[in-house]
């Protein structure tokens, strides 16, 4: 009787030191270039937002210079992250929301998926001739990321990255 207490004070000690959390944390490397006052409020903003284990894209066409947070760090489960490179028109906008463990495209979003991610995951792709877009659920968080080159005004506005090129940045998401 004496062992069995010992071993269940040991498992609970080791859980306790360890962290019983599998939250893990993203993968910045693709913001290598971005300044460390954007990089420090980006962090804190995700920490802030509640989402576990969110993930974000390692891979991206341009090199990403530049993260901003649309609603600072007023978040509740959701985020809007902005990430664009050194030329104007270089930009990618990351959204992401705590979906229900159930949840699918077509109950958080009214979409109902056309193609899948490399691992899988069944996603949605669009292009309606000014944006593309990519929505997926992944590990309880639902993604969207669009992509445009803003014109002069909206009317001027046309897709910048393809299908292909959103699929590889989802299929880059990672944890650190």
């Not at 019983?20 to 995700?46: E, F, G, T």
């Not at 760090?73 to 229900?100: R, W």
């Not at 000014?130 to 968080?141: A, C, E, M, R, Y």
């Amino acid at each position: 009787m004496r062992f069995i207490q010992l071993s269940l004070i040991s498992v609970l000690t080791v859980l306790m030191v360890s962290g019983c959390s599998s939250q893990s944390h993203p993968n910045y490397s693709a913001l290598k270039n971005v300044p460390k006052s954007q990089m420090d409020a980006l962090k804190s903003a995700i920490k802030k937002s509640g989402l576990k284990n969110l993930e974000l894209p390692t891979k991206v066409p341009f090199p990403l210079q530049d993260a901003r947070i649309a609603h600072g760090e007023n978040l509740n489960h959701n985020i809007d992250i902005f990430m664009g490179g050194g030329k104007q028109l270089e930009a990618l906008e990351e959204s992401a929301a705590s979906v229900d463990a159930n949840a699918t495209l077509a109950s958080v979003s009214g979409v109902i998926c056309n193609t899948k991610l490399a691992d899988g995951t069944k996603a949605y792709f669009s292009n309606n001739g000014s944006v593309t877009q990519l929505l997926w659920i992944k590990n309880g968080i639902f993604y969207d990321i669009p992509s445009s080159r803003a014109g002069a005004n909206l009317a001027e506005s046309k897709p910048d990255l393809s299908k292909s090129q959103l699929s590889g940045i989802a299929n880059s998401f990672g944890y650190s």
